[in-house]
């Protein structure tokens, strides 16, 4: 009775403190084989430090064991009881459960990815395919199809996030997490949108837990917005939108233009005044009457009406310039602006060579519903002429003063003989 009872506690023991059983195709590593079956080894592997204690090591058996049958015959993947083995752990600078590191011979990286199966899978690959084209004296071209989401941890957290001035959208997940899993695609897919805008980021909260305890994460997924300029660790706000990712762009923009000043109205001068149109998705192009036309207060009251609107649309990220009539015809006809008088308005998008042209009045409400049109991809397009984008004229910026006729020239007419002419 006493035999049965410690077998059973021993095989207890022993049960509760084996992740991975020779069953898997996970590969047990250990002091006396890590060396000949990995360092020494020209294969490429992916190793778990593991503590048979620790909750999200536990968690994680089922997608390393997923990911070690997919990668069978590829890339070997292996795990190490480093509370056993705790010089084993130490020699790779292991301070916490669970580590993961990729090996290419004695070179080890670690891995700071999701901890998923798929993942797992794509971090082996990459260095599989790293290590071939190395073995051909070539660097591998990376992924064309690599996220766009940004990979957070405590190391780069504040470079990357609190020391910039971009606004940033930041998820804090945890590997097994369902709803992390769901929210995925709609992350990956809302920073592709985002980019140039604002910045998306993740971090594992399972491995990187002082950081989610500093930002108050309770629950996975967290979304947490850190506002444009100068950042503390108070700066952070709840994301309280939507779990798509159009629900994301949205409520991400929006914080965006609160945060903007409003775009600045250019003067069109030179060519490098014409950046604010090439570099933005859409640009509103004014002409406004000639100064002779229209003085300095009528000039001034037409640029308030932009600088207003572009605070307005300032979410969009247009540019904005205007251009005196008469000054940049190229510019006015490839837009085919001027026909009816001034002031006159397009917006293009320089890269497709397309423009609308504002057919009512050249006033905050006309201007405004033309705008509105647009910004729900309503409106009718054409081509600009001439297949490209116009060439630029040199000419002096705006005083900011009324216009003054250039002075009339003295004519002597004391050498006219009047009395000639006379029939």
């Known amino acids: 009775m006493l035999r049965s009872l410690l077998i059973g506690v021993i095989l207890c023991f ?34 778990e430090f593991f503590a048979p204690w620790c909750g999200h090591c536990k968690n994680l058996v089922p997608e390393y064991k997923k990911a070690a049958r997919a990668l069978k015959g590829l890339v070997k993947v292996g795990a190490v009881d480093a509370d056993q083995h705790k010089d084993l752990g130490q020699k790779y600078g292991v301070s916490g459960f669970p580590t993961i590191k990729i090996f290419t011979g004695s070179k080890h990286t670690p891995y700071q990815g999701q901890r998923t199966a798929e993942a797992f ?9 790293e290590k071939a084209y190395d073995n051909l004296g070539k660097k591998a071209s990376s992924s064309s199809d690599k996220s766009d989401v940004i990979e957070l941890t405590e190391s780069n957290f504040k470079e990357k996030v609190l020391d ?87 409520w991400a923009l929006e914080k965006l233009a609160d945060s903007l000043p409003p775009p600045e109205i250019v003067q069109v001068v030179d060519e490098s005044t014409m950046k604010a149109c090439s570099e933005k998705p859409l640009c509103v192009v ?22 207003r609107l572009g605070d307005k649309y300032k979410n969009k990220m247009w540019g904005w310039v205007w251009a005196e009539a008469g000054s940049q015809l190229a510019l006015e006809e490839a837009l085919e602006l001027g026909g009816f008088g001034y002031p006159a ?5 320089a890269k497709k060579l397309k423009f609308s042209t504002l057919r009512g009045s050249f006033s905050e409400t006309g201007i405004n519903e033309f705008l509105r049109d647009l910004s729900f991809g309503r409106g009718q397009t054409a081509p600009v002429r001439g297949a490209e984008m116009p060439k630029i004229s040199t000419t002096d910026p705006w005083d900011g003063k009324d216009g003054e006729l250039p002075p009339e020239e003295d004519i002597d007419l004391s050498d006219v003989d009047l009395e000639k002419d006379e029939l």
């Open 14 to 47: 022993t049960g509760s403190y084996a992740l991975y059983d020779s069953s898997s195709d996970v590969v047990e590593l250990t002091p006396s084989n890590f060396e000949r079956l990995v360092t020494n080894s020209d294969e490429v592997w992916i190793v």
């Open 164 to 250: 910039s001035d971009d606004l940033w959208l930041v998820e804090f997940f945890a590997p097994w997490c369902g709803h992390c899993k769901n929210l995925e695609p709609h992350w990956a897919k809302a920073a592709t949108e985002l980019k140039g805008k604002v910045k998306v980021g993740a971090v594992d909260a399972t491995v990187h837990q002082a950081l989610a305890s500093r930002f108050q994460v309770q629950g996975y997924p967290t979304i947490k917005m850190f506002p444009s300029g100068k950042k503390t660790s108070d700066s952070a706000e709840d994301y309280n939108g939507g779990r798509t990712s159009s629900d994301i762009v949205a």
């Open 286 to 307: 004014s002409i406004l009457p000639h100064i002779l036309d229209c003085n300095a207060a009528c000039r001034n009251q037409y640029i308030s009406i932009l600088t």
């Open 121 to 129: 899978v794509d971090a082996a690959i990459k260095a599989a395919k």
């Open 345 to 349: 308005m397009a917006v293009v998008n």
